[in-house]
C-alpha cells in the first residue's frame, strides 16, 4: 500500500463516523452538552472539521471551505476562518448553534472532498516536507495529516459517546 492510499483508507473512515455521530439528532440535541461545561455533539463534530479545513486549506494555499457560501450562517457563526474552536470558552461553545445534523455532514463532507483530492495526489517525498518552521523540530506535511487524523478520530469518538449520553 502506498502512503497516499494509507492516509485516504484513514481520513476516508471519517464521514462515515462523522455521519453515525450526528444521524437523528435534533438542533436541540446537537446543542445539547452532556453535563456542565461539556461539549456538545454539534459543537465536537463542528471543530473536528473546522480543524481539517483550516489545516488542508494552509496546506492547499486556499480559502477554507468555511468561508465560502452560507456555512457558518447554517452554524450561526461569521464566517472568520481563526475560529475553529481551539481555546473555546463555555459561551464560545454554547454559540456554535448547528441548524441541523445535515448541517454538519455537509459541511464535513465538503472538506473530506477536498482532502481526499489533496490526499491522492501525495508521494512518499512529500511527506517529509516542512509545513510549519515555528516548531522544534519543526512539523512536516507527513506529521500533520496524522496530528490531523487523529484530531478527528479522537472528537467524532467524543461525540458518538456524547450522543449515547444525551440519547440515554
Not at 453515525?20 to 456538545?40: C, F, W
Not at 468561508?67 to 454554547?94: C, E, K, N
Amino acid at each position: 500500500m502506498n502512503v497516499a492510499d494509507l492516509l485516504t483508507e484513514t481520513y476516508d473512515r471519517l464521514p462515515g463516523l462523522v455521519r453515525a455521530a450526528v444521524d437523528g439528532l435534533s438542533p436541540e440535541e446537537l446543542r445539547r452538552p452532556p453535563g456542565p461545561a461539556a461539549n456538545p455533539v454539534g459543537w465536537l463534530v463542528w471543530h473536528l472539521t473546522r480543524i481539517q479545513d483550516r489545516h488542508v486549506a494552509d496546506l492547499l494555499g486556499v480559502a477554507q471551505v468555511w468561508v465560502t457560501g452560507d456555512r457558518a450562517a447554517r452554524f450561526g457563526l461569521s464566517a472568520d476562518p481563526d475560529d475553529t474552536g481551539y481555546g473555546h470558552t463555555p459561551d464560545q461553545i454554547v454559540a456554535v448553534r448547528p441548524e441541523s445534523a445535515e448541517a454538519l455532514v455537509d459541511y464535513y463532507q465538503a472538506v473530506a472532498e477536498r482532502t481526499r483530492a489533496f490526499l491522492a495526489g501525495l508521494e512518499p517525498a512529500d511527506l517529509d516536507r516542512v509545513v510549519d518552521a515555528d516548531w522544534e523540530p519543526p512539523v512536516t506535511l507527513g506529521v500533520r495529516l496524522v496530528s490531523v487524523a487523529e484530531d478527528d478520530l479522537q472528537h467524532v469518538g467524543q461525540a458518538a459517546y456524547v450522543r449515547g449520553l444525551i440519547r440515554s
